[in-house]
T-cell receptor, first 118, second 111 residues
Framework: DADVTQTPRNRITKTGKRIMLECSQT?????MYWYRQDPGLGLRLIYY???????NKGEISDGYSVSRQAQAKFSLSLESAIPNQTALYFC?????????????????FGSGTRLTVV | QKEVEQNSGPLSVPEGAIASLNCTYSDRGSQSFFWYRQYSGKSPELIMSIYSNGDKEDGRFTAQLNKASQYVSLLIRDSQPSDSATYLCAVKRFGNEKLTFGTGTRLTIIP
């Protein structure tokens, strides 16, 4: 099984519908992130969470909300989907830096959700 | 000015040659630097990380960091068709665990 699992893999939805994208991880990481990727714009941070009680907005949070149901689960919701939210969405996790010489090892990404809003 | 800048490409390199990918960043507080490879429609995969000035080699990949010039690069030796992908540069600021990504460079290896 994948370390970071996203569901669904693909979704087509209509404008105005509410939709939830789910992410679960077996890495045991505290930090979880939601990004969207658009051609020419790269990966942009939507929301991030450093633990169950800590939720933070990223650079493009408008129109999105999140829920951290448990350490291993982080869901992204589009309350009322619009066509410009059509994108590839990625969940990612990371480990906090600890110790006298901490090294940050980057993110582990899920396989992505391709969302199309029509 | 973007925080992390990459030439979008496409960069075309003959098979067996060296591919050179470049990235500049604007935040002098940046501490850690990463290269991700992303195949079309797939998730980014970490291939190199570098934290100190100089070169770091891993197999056919070499990452180079110059903090004074705010420049990080990735060299791929003996390029293979399977190296054809988009390469994302990512930067982490000291005290901040979020990564900031460049828009990526699309690399095509020509057989």
């Amino acid at each position: 099984d994948a370390d970071v699992t996203q569901t669904p893999r693909n979704r087509i939805t209509k404008t105005g519908k509410r939709i939830m994208l789910e992410c679960s991880q077996t890495k045991g990481h505290d930090r979880m992130y939601w990004y969207r990727q658009d051609p020419g714009l790269g990966l942009r941070l939507i929301y991030y969470s450093f633990d169950v009680k800590d939720i933070n907005k990223g650079e493009i949070s408008d129109g999105y909300s999140v829920s951290r149901q448990a350490q291993a689960k982080f869901s992204l919701s589009l309350e009322s989907a619009i066509p410009n939210q059509t994108a590839l969405y990625f969940c990612a996790t990371s480990d906090p830096q600890t110790g006298p010489n901490p090294r940050y090892y980057g993110y582990t990404f899920g396989s992505g959700t391709r969302l199309t809003v029509v | 000015q973007k925080e992390v800048e990459q030439n979008s490409g496409p960069l075309s390199v003959p098979e067996g040659a060296i591919a050179s990918l470049n990235c500049t960043y604007s935040d002098r507080g940046s501490q850690s630097f990463f290269w991700y490879r992303q195949y079309s429609g797939k998730s980014p995969e970490l291939i190199m990380s570098i934290y100190s000035n100089g070169d770091k080699e891993d197999g056919r990949f070499t990452a180079q960091l110059n903090k004074a010039s705010q420049y990080v690069s990735l060299l791929i030796r003996d390029s293979q068709p399977s190296d054809s992908a988009t390469y994302l540069c990512a930067v982490k600021r000291f005290g901040n665990e979020k990564l900031t990504f460049g828009t990526g460079t699309r690399l095509t290896i020509i057989p």
